[in-house]
């Protein structure tokens, strides 16, 4: 193994101290003469030998730079320039969730209108379910076609393609005559969604920075709750048919803000798009030099996977190893836990759950209320994952949603509510609940996968936990008949403390940490946090 040598930089002093590390060699063997592997196929070897070539290219043009340090925890990762880059193209996503919030808020102005409307369209119980649910039966489709589309065509294509559908879906329900081609626009608002909800956390995890993934991740979480409380307030004042038609408005301009975004890097560099890489990492980090650094680490760790072999490894097969499926495991039973708590069946019933709670506010007030809370709690919480770690603001999160909704099923048991206590406890349950588990499986997603996975992962992830949301959301009304709502929150609370212990035992602390330096976190034998494997100084990224 050669010996290369290694700055690494301090924060605090400009200093550089030397430390030897041990090299894989695999640049090295890339960069050898005559080491171009042999491919059977004659198509295979152009294809390997064009990406061989631009590999080659790339590297030589970056030689000056291969002994830059590399980051640190506390260094400055990108320039004032860097970060507004990273802001900016967040925005285009943002605009995209808010549009992603309007048909989940829909159902909650539009059944209301529905049930007392004097027409052909009119509904009941049943048909109200389906058309609150129906979305949420045909976002897993698109969540599993989400996977390879952004792997084919990459994050930033997929999220541009998804507005097509969101659009047509809206222009369907506003001119809706029958409920059958109500309950079509809203498949194909679902399915759109679907689409969009994995390439938006990949690809802001992706282009943001350690010391920003938390907060750019998290903020869609605030536009997705903006749009919701957007679609609230316009159902109070305006028709749901007028209410359809706005929401046109902002999938289009998300797609327009998108055309201004560049692909993400990550995606550029693994399908041997160097050049184009470093212009995007270039733009995303406002410094040459970092960019150079950050894209050489992703390059090097590739090139690892080349020469172990993994590149061969089929995707199955690719999943079923410990370093995936420990994050994969995860990541799914906090989803399903998550949605038994009631993250957004009370979205989706909002009206319904807080009349069904009794207490002194007008059912319609305590939902916008409900909506407002969301928004700003989400906003907090992307301000604190700046200041706090990721685990302390999800246990927070899971103890106080267990407490409100224990208590609330407690005093329902007990007979109907009254006074301010009823409404009060739903806030402070949407609170907690927005506070952490409700940003948390993006954050999850963006962060906890490996690099080789995070696409065709993330959306089977969605696939899954949109199923599970529709089966839930369609059984709210025979359950809240059936066990009453001092059982449903009896079970909401139930989910809330399982879901705080499986994280408390399960979940890694990611922030500050490099990406890489995650994977690596799960290649090691770690199952429980408290008793992980701490690295040794001189391994850490």
Known sequence: M???I?????????HFKVRRIQSDGAHEAMLGEGQVPQIVSEDKETKKQDEYEALQSFLRSISSTATLPPYVKGETYSSTKGVFNQCLITCAVLILAAGAGHPIGFSAVALPQLRVENSSMRIDDEMGSWIASIHSAATPLGSMLSGPIMEAIGRKRTLQTCTLPLIVGWIIIGT??????????????????????????????EISEPRLRG???????????????????????LPWRSVAHLSIVLPALAFVALCLSPESPTWLARQGRFHDAMAAMARLRGDPDTAQRELHELISAREKEKARG?????FFATVTRAPVLKPLLLINAFNILQILSGSYVV???AVDIV??????LQPTMAANATAMVRLGVTVLACVLLLRITRRALVLVSGAGTAVCTLALAFILSQGPGSGITPPTLILGYVAFNTLGFFLLPGLMIGELLPTKVRGLCGGYIFCLFNSVLFGFTKLYPVM????????????FGASAALATIVLFLLLPETKGKSLLQIEQYYQKSNILWISRKKPQESQRV
């Open 355 to 360: 009349e069904a709670s009794g207490g002194s």
């Open 176 to 205: 809706a005559t029958h409920h059958a081609l109500l309950l079509l626009g809203r498949i194909v608002c679902g399915f759109a969604v679907g689409i969009m909800a994995a390439p938006s956390q990949v690809y802001l995890g």
């Open 2 to 4: 050669a010996v290369t």
């Open 215 to 237: 907060l750019l991740i998290g903020t869609p979480f605030v536009a997705y709750s903006l749009g919701v409380l957007y679609v609230y307030a316009l159902g109070g004042q």
């Open 480 to 491: 809240a008949n059936s066990i009453g709502i001092a059982g449903v929150f009896g079970l």
């Open 6 to 14: 290694c700055c690494c930089y301090c924060y605090c002093r400009p």
């Open 310 to 314: 993994e590149e061969k490894i089929k």
């Open 347 to 349: 979205i989706f019933y």
